[in-house]
């Protein structure tokens, strides 16, 4: 597309858009609506409300279940360091998790339950 093609493109999309609102300008409907916005905003300014407290004066089922939908968190509790002492070699691992390659290698070669009974305490 030529550039001047384009041009008059975006003009008749702006002259469109101008009816539009000038359409919008003259709405009655629109007109009420601004009005009692406003007026909901004095309003909320003279008694220092904010729109959740309108939302739970004017819908208090609402305002409960969006209290009861968000339960407290819960934060995990950190994980402790285990120290595995091999008794065959005298060795060493300490991990917070399983997925060490070391430990792995341990459970393949002596079996798992084996290798819990090493955990020094």
């Not at 300008?25 to 406003?38: A, C, M, P, R, V």
């Not at 917070?96 to 955990?119: D, F």
């Amino acid at each position: 597309m030529s550039r001047l093609a384009e041009f008059r493109a975006a003009e008749k999309a702006l002259q469109l858009q101008l009816a539009q609102l000038e359409a919008l300008k003259n709405d009655t409907g629109l007109k009420k609506e601004i009005e009692f916005e406003q007026q909901l905003l004095e309003l909320m300014k003279q008694y220092g409300k904010g729109l959740r407290d309108i939302v739970a004066i004017l819908d208090p089922a609402r305002g409960l279940q969006r209290a009861t939908f968000n339960p407290p968190r819960q934060h995990r509790r950190p994980r402790v360091v285990k120290v595995y002492e091999n008794p065959h070699t005298g060795e060493l691992i300490e991990t917070k998790g399983g997925n060490h390659r070391g430990l792995k290698a341990w459970k393949q070669q002596y079996g798992p339950a084996t290798v819990e009974s090493w955990v020094r305490r």
